[in-house]
Nanobody, 124 residues
Framework: VQLVESGGDLVQPGGSLRLSCAAS????????MTWVRQAPGKGLEWVSV????????EYADSVKGRFTISRDNAKNTLYLQMNSPRPEDTGVYYC??????????????????WGQGTQVTVSS
């Protein structure tokens, strides 16, 4: 399964931005999907997770109340709505997906993939 993020951009503090993560491949079903970010010169920071049905959602305290995670299973796409972003939200945002897929011999296997990241810069 391949993941491709998009939507990263330069945004002013207090503005809004929506990130997308599109999953593609043959015969797969995604389970939980996660957003993780990396600020310049820092390690990875977990941002949010959503289960396969979209009913179980968790956020890091640093983004709670400002960011909203969602998914459209019909489009195999994960979203992150970023409202009132702050300069400290600047970084590369990655999506991660857990999934099952049908391998070449017709057996279901578990997999995990990461996207290539999309840059978000919050600055006036």
């Amino acid at each position: 399964v391949q993941l491709v993020e998009s939507g990263g951009d330069l945004v002013q503090p207090g503005g809004s931005l929506r990130l997308s993560c599109a999953a593609s491949g043959s015969t797969f079903s995604t389970d939980a999907m996660t957003w993780v970010r990396q600020a310049p010169g820092k390690g990875l920071e977990w941002v949010s997770v959503i289960d396969d049905s979209g009913t179980l959602i968790e956020y890091a305290d640093s983004v709670k109340g400002r960011f909203t995670i969602s998914r459209d299973n019909a489009k195999n796409t994960l979203y992150l709505q970023m409202n009132s972003p702050r300069p400290e939200d600047t970084g590369v945002y990655y999506c991660e997906a857990d999934y099952i897929y049908l391998n070449s011999v017709g057996v279901w296997e578990v997999g995990r993939s990461w996207g290539q990241g999309t840059q978000v810069t919050v600055s006036s």
